[in-house]
């Protein structure tokens, strides 16, 4: 339904109403705010990224041929764009998420624990940065589409199979980095053999 | 001993990740935003539909270039040497009759007339170029 409509927006572009990109904008700038946000942790900066990233997509339109959802396509040219923005600016500083700090000061049960969830958190974080840019793209992609492989892979521009190496590989480079830091016995079950 | 499957490890580090990337922080673009990506967008259509400049033609300047030195070519060899020999023998002797005496450096005639032959020849094609262009500020000064 949503393509249905992107591809109609598209066409009335294409035919000359700049007006109609609006349609598209409304519709796809939330995921690509979110999605330039997993790259720089600074709002400010996402918004930024998410709108050269428009004005991108908007003068590569005539080359949209069709063949994947416009969504796909989309998604494509805001990883083009936001991977040349962390070329040219580095890489960006994270940020302490205000809203972070303050949901886990809510749902703080346990100070100790809270922190040290907090910690992890902040640290699995860095390494995720930290990684080589493939990896780092396959892990950030595979998980903002919610762990859809075939998504994924579609705004990576890669097959599937890639993908997989990829997340496999960039899993074990985290497991190397944070080492101990990855607590065990929280959250595990126990099987019978 | 019992296993553990999947490793307790593993599965707190995909809590994590999920937790770090997959939670979808409250972002919310702001009012102003698709506004401006509007205006930018406008702009650039702006631009996309103001007339293209000319551009140099450095497509057939290939074909060109390798024409003229050819031609080029073909007129040195067609050149009498032994001539033009005598004429630079000319134009020293013109100025040693105008100075009155033979120059300090002899070669300084044959190769000024070289100089100004070459600065000609920049002269042209700077005014070839500017020529080129003229249309083009022209038809900008009628819109």
Same mark, same amino acid.
């Given at each position: 339904?949503?393509?249905?409509?992107?591809?109609? =927006?598209?066409? $009335?572009?294409?035919?000359?109403? /700049?007006?109609?990109?609006?349609?598209?904008?409304?519709?796809?700038?939330?995921?690509?705010?979110?999605?330039?946000?997993?790259?720089?942790?600074?709002?400010?900066?996402?918004?930024?990224?998410?709108?050269? =990233?428009?004005?991108?997509?908007?003068? =590569?339109?005539? %080359?949209?041929?069709?063949?994947?959802?416009? @969504? @796909?396509?989309?998604? =494509?040219?805001?990883?083009?764009?936001?991977?040349?923005?962390?070329?040219?600016?580095?890489?960006?500083?994270?940020? #302490?998420?205000?809203?972070?700090?303050?949901?886990?000061?809510?749902?703080? @049960?346990?100070? !100790?624990?809270?922190?040290?969830?907090? @910690?992890?958190?902040?640290? /699995?974080?860095?390494? !995720?940065?930290? #990684?080589?840019?493939?990896?780092?793209?396959?892990?950030?992609?595979?998980?903002?589409?919610?762990?859809?492989?075939?998504?994924?892979? $579609?705004?990576?521009?890669?097959?599937?199979?890639? #993908?997989?190496?990829?997340?496999?590989?960039?899993?074990?480079? #985290? %497991?190397?980095?944070?080492?101990?830091?990855?607590?065990?016995?929280?959250?595990?079950?126990?099987?019978?053999? | 001993?019992?296993?553990?499957?999947?490793?307790?490890?593993?599965?707190? +580090?995909? *809590?994590?990740?999920?937790?770090? +990337?997959?939670? *979808?922080?409250?972002?919310?673009?702001?009012?102003?935003?698709?506004?401006?990506?509007?205006? *930018?967008?406008?702009?650039?259509?702006?631009?996309?539909?103001?007339?293209?400049?000319?551009?140099?033609?450095?497509?057939?300047? +290939?074909?060109?270039?390798?024409?003229?030195?050819?031609?080029?070519?073909?007129?040195?060899?067609?050149?009498?040497?032994?001539?033009?020999?005598?004429? *630079?023998? &000319?134009?020293?002797?013109?100025?040693?009759? &105008?100075?009155?005496? +033979?120059?300090?450096?002899?070669?300084?005639?044959?190769?000024?007339?070289?100089?100004?032959?070459?600065?000609?020849?920049? &002269?042209?094609?700077?005014?070839?170029?500017?020529?080129?262009? &003229?249309?083009?500020?022209?038809?900008?000064?009628?819109?």
């Amino acid at each position: 339904m949503s393509d249905d409509r992107d591809r109609e =927006a598209v066409q $009335r572009v294409l035919a000359g109403d /700049v007006d109609a990109y609006e349609d598209i904008v409304m519709r796809w700038q939330g995921p690509l705010v979110r999605l330039a946000y997993r790259f720089c942790r600074d709002p400010g900066r996402a918004e930024e990224m998410a709108q050269d =990233a428009f004005v991108r997509a908007w003068r =590569a339109l005539p %080359r949209f041929r069709g063949e994947s959802a416009f @969504s @796909s396509w989309l998604f =494509a040219v805001a990883m083009n764009t936001y991977r040349s923005h962390r070329r040219r600016h580095g890489r960006f500083v994270a940020r #302490l998420e205000a809203l972070d700090e303050a949901t886990a000061v809510a749902d703080a @049960s346990d100070p !100790v624990l809270d922190f040290e969830r907090e @910690s992890t958190g902040r640290a /699995v974080q860095q390494a !995720v940065d930290a #990684l080589p840019a493939k990896y780092r793209d396959a892990l950030v992609l595979y998980y903002f589409h919610e762990l859809d492989v075939a998504a994924a892979a $579609r705004s990576l521009g890669v097959p599937e199979g890639t #993908l997989k190496a990829q997340l496999l590989r960039g899993r074990e480079l #985290l %497991r190397k980095k944070l080492g101990r830091r990855l607590p065990v016995g929280a959250g595990f079950r126990e099987v019978e053999a | 001993m019992k296993p553990f499957d999947p490793d307790p490890r593993d599965e707190a +580090l995909e *809590a994590h990740l999920r937790r770090e +990337l997959s939670s *979808a922080p409250d972002l919310t673009p702001s009012a102003a935003f698709a506004g401006s990506v509007m205006r *930018a967008v406008r702009a650039e259509a702006a631009l996309a539909s103001a007339p293209h400049a000319l551009e140099f033609p450095w497509g057939r300047l +290939l074909p060109g270039l390798i024409l003229s030195l050819g031609l080029t070519g073909f007129v040195l060899s067609r050149l009498p040497w032994g001539e033009a020999a005598d004429s *630079a023998g &000319l134009a020293l002797d013109r100025v040693t009759e &105008l100075t009155g005496r +033979l120059p300090e450096t002899p070669w300084i005639a044959p190769t000024l007339v070289a100089a100004l032959w070459v600065a000609f020849g920049l &002269l042209l094609a700077v005014a070839a170029v500017k020529a080129a262009t &003229l249309p083009r500020t022209a038809r900008l000064e009628i819109r």
